[in-house]
């Protein structure tokens, strides 16, 4: 029986379909379309959270995107996309970046893409939008574009090192990092390609990859395996899921609470930052 990948469109789950190509793995997709801007109701009838990707093999349902990775690389890999045995070094380094793009990166462009939906809302009045702009654009001066430039100037740095994450060969560290790398990149703090050339460098190679399969499924960007999968799936469920969601609640309560705003200008400020969390984050 094939694997089924459950597939959200401009997602996070191409990251899942691209290494199911890389190991030659059987497989079919369900593609689910997103209800504005969100996952659709149709993937909580998979499971209980509803996120994207989702991958079913026999009767088991694995979620979060790092702990699909490495359970396709514990079960199905046979070495392919991993370090060699008893590379303790490059393990080490691979499961980094493994953890890293979700756990670091991926908080704040989810931020980001909050912010841009929020400053762009149809539903917003009119006249209420200017204010919107200029608190969610100053916590944006203020933390996320000087946390994505750190990360953004750390991963050029580390590629100009090897030429993939992991040496000079592709692994699933690779994979892991595309989503991030290349969404980072788009925004104000990642455009200066000509300032970064070790990540352009690696995201035309990544597209040179992706290209290879002409078929159109990536045109948009021994053990227990039971037991480890379960136990996988929490380590990466903690960073990827849960952490994000923790980090804007700590950066509202902090921008809410700052003693360097004029209280004149506070009462407004919560109230964009609570409509924030009604609308996203308490759900």
């Known amino acids: 029986m094939p694997l089924v990948l459950h597939h959200l469109n401009n997602s996070r789950s191409q990251r899942i ?11 079919e997709i369900v ?35 790092g702990n699909i990775i490495q359970y396709l690389l514990d079960r199905y890999s046979n070495g392919k996309l991993s370090t060699p045995p008893g590379d303790f070094v490059s393990k080490q380094r691979m499961n980094f970046w493994i953890h890293y793009a979700e756990g670091s ?13 929020t400053k762009n809302s149809p539903e917003m009045p009119w006249f209420f939008r200017p204010l919107v702009r200029k608190v969610l654009e100053a916590i944006e001066t203020a933390y996320l574009e000087p946390e994505i430039k750190l990360h953004m100037d750390y991963i050029e740095e580390e590629l100009g090192k090897s030429s993939m994450f992991v040496g000079d ?3 699933a560290a690779d994979i892991q990092m595309s989503f991030a790398v290349e969404t980072a990149s ?3 703090e990642g455009q200066q390609a000509e300032a970064r050339p070790n990540i352009q460098r690696w995201l035309n190679y990544i597209q040179y990859l992706l290209d290879r399969y002409s078929n ?3 045109s948009t960007p021994p053990g227990d395996f039971v037991s480890k999968q379960r136990m996988n799936f929490w380590i990466h469920y903690a960073e990827g899921s849960v952490q994000p969601l923790i980090i804007m609640k700590y950066i509202f ?31």
């Not at 504005?36 to 079913?56: C, E, F, M, W």
């Open 216 to 218: 159109g499924k990536l």
């Open 186 to 188: 788009l925004g104000s």
């Open 17 to 27: 379909l691209w290494m199911l190509e890389e190991l030659s793995l059987e497989y």
């Open 169 to 171: 060969n592709l692994t």
């Open 253 to 283: 309560y902090m921008t809410k609470n700052s003693p360097e705003m004029p209280w004149f200008f506070r009462p407004l400020v919560r109230k964009v930052l609570e409509a924030i969390e009604t609308a996203y984050l308490e759900p």
């Open 105 to 117: 990166v991926q908080p704040l462009i989810i931020m980001k893409y909050i912010f841009y939906m």
């Open 31 to 65: 593609k689910h379309d997103r209800v504005n801007n969100r996952a659709p109701p149709s993937l909580k009838a998979i499971h209980p959270l509803g996120k994207s990707p989702i991958l079913v093999d026999d009767d088991q349902v694995i979620i979060e995107s």
